[in-house]
């Protein structure tokens, strides 16, 4: 007899050998160079049609690929981790949900039925980011969907405007260029800006780790904020007729403050989402100096390390009673060895060592970079970038594998053979992967004439970055640690610049003013009066007037009488 909850391991399975297949047949269509252009007439009345389009080229099968194969090991992982939870069925179907409209809008090259998925994705992450339902779930769920209903509210402006298009399927304007073409190109960016949570709009990704581990690591790895960035290397065509600098600016410094900040940060799963807002910065940026195949490579690598490192997180919290403090863990390669393992192999591909899967990506990022023509301050924001990351993932390795023995000893929890072997197949795309996308997207090895000092730069920048996360973690017993020496500065730099203030109680502090003004003036002043209750009050005193002359009416009589009377002497 099957076991009750075995939907997980069945919904994992499918997931599992249908991403398979389309990562092989997305593998193949590139190596043809063929597109399948798929129009599917729903309804046909009166010459009018409704018709629902997908798109079929090697970027969106190799990329639903990957998300499905990561969703199978999540939800895998999820059959444990949510184990003792009573609404595990209600969960599966929200990922189930979750899942299929990322896959929506990666299909589609038509803004309506991008509206679909892209809507989808705002809806259920909401739903699973308020799953725990306590008031910080709420508030950081209310953060989200907020903040995502602007790209929502974007994305329905664009609709709007290729009215003057004609068609809104926006595949076939990529290659032409016309002035009405900024504005929807303008709006698009600020959709991408709000999904990929760029500045101004970087405070509710660390929010949103409120929802349950499996749901964050999927949401950082490879479906709601790449969603954006998705959006922007679609369109790429036209964004690349622009002039990019501003917002070339603004990703890279979004790339810089998180990489500072998660090195001012102690809570393990606020520090990877930081890195995961830091590694969509570089896809932006290079993205808009110019090279969206290169955004896509990394898009694809950053996906499986990444869900892999929040699948260890999520285990090592789990194994702590859901205590998420690094300064709490230590010594944990002692417990979980094999996690620790994964840990190490994800956090490695992450800082982009070589022959690990980021490396294949963020060498030739860097390198292409160089080579743009941008000016000093673009080329010092990305290797200072890059020296960060290495930094906060020394700082993590350090604290949680090798730092004294603190509470662990206190649990009694040991490693899941269900999350271990969910672990295995997303080690082995951390390690290949990049090697194996980057031979396949690049016919020829891109060959960069660099001079040695630059070509050597990367590398001294990530065993530069390695020594000072060391340095910023490691104390002697009664010392004080150097980030804390310099408090206001961790401060700024571990609060983000302050950006969640001014996403929160700084934009809605001022309007609440304005509405208790107004609720005191209009609601409980004259306003009442003269507006909302002039009509009942009217109302009332014609009916109370009435009332009394026909209760009272031989009065009434006999008076009119009398004064007629008197009138008529008059």
Known sequence: ??????????????????????????????IWDYVVFMDWEILSLNGCMITMTFLFDWMSLIFTGCVFIISSMVIYYSESYMSSDLDKVRFYFLVILFVMSMMMMIVSPNLMSILIGWDGLGLVSYCLVIYF????????????????????????????WMLNFGSWHYIYYMG??????????????????????????????????????????????????????????????????????????????????????????????????????????????????????????????????????FLCAGLMIHCMSDSQDIRHM????????????????????????????GFYSKDIILEMMMISGYNFFVFLIFFLSIGLTVSYTFRVIYYVLFYHVNVYGCQSYTEDSIMMKSMI?????????GSLLSWLMFSAPPLVVLPM??????????FLGGWLGYELSCSAPGEILLSSRFYFLSFFSGSMWFMPYFSTFMVYGNSFYLSKGYLSVMDGGWGVYLISKFLSFLGSLVSGSMNYYQFNNVKIFMLVFILIIIFSFI
Not at 11 to 19: D, P
Not at 331 to 357: D, E, K, Q, R
Not at 425 to 433: A, E, Q
Not at 453 to 462: C, E, N, V
């Open 1 to 30: 007899m099957l076991n009750k909850w075995s939907v997980y391991l069945l919904g994992s399975l499918i997931l599992f050998f249908v991403g398979a297949l389309l990562f092989i047949i997305g593998s193949m269509y590139l």
């Open 133 to 160: 339902q306590n008031y910080k779930s709420y508030s950081a769920g209310m953060l989200t969907i907020l903040t995502n209903r602007i790209g929502d509210v974007a994305i329905l402006l664009s609709i709007a």
């Open 176 to 309: 032409m260029w016309d002035f009405w073409e900024f504005y929807l190109v303008v709006l698009i960016i600020l959709a991408g800006f709000t999904s990929s949570a760029q500045i101004p709009f970087s405070s509710w990704l660390p929010a949103a780790m409120a929802a349950p581990t499996p749901v964050s690591s999927l949401v950082h790895s490879s479906t709601l904020v790449t969603a954006g960035v998705y959006l922007l290397i679609r369109f790429s065509g036209m964004i690349l007729h622009l002039d990019c600098s501003l917002v070339l600016c603004l990703s890279m410094m979004t790339m810089f403050m998180a990489g500072l900040g998660a090195n001012f940060e102690f809570d393990l799963s606020k520090i990877i989402a930081l890195s995961t807002l830091s590694h969509l910065g570089l896809m932006m940026s290079i993205l808009f100096i110019g090279y969206p195949d290169l955004a896509f490579l990394h898009l694809l690598t950053h996906a499986f390390f990444k869900a892999l490192l």
């Open 330 to 357: 230590g010594m944990m390669i002692n417990y979980l060895p094999f996690t620790c393992a994964c840990f190490c192999v994800s956090n490695m591909s992450l800082c982009g060592l070589p022959f690990m899967s």
């Open 425 to 433: 197949i997303l080690v082995i795309f951390s390690i290949v992967g």
């Open 453 to 462: 000092h630059l070509k050597l730069m990367p590398l001294f920048f990530i």
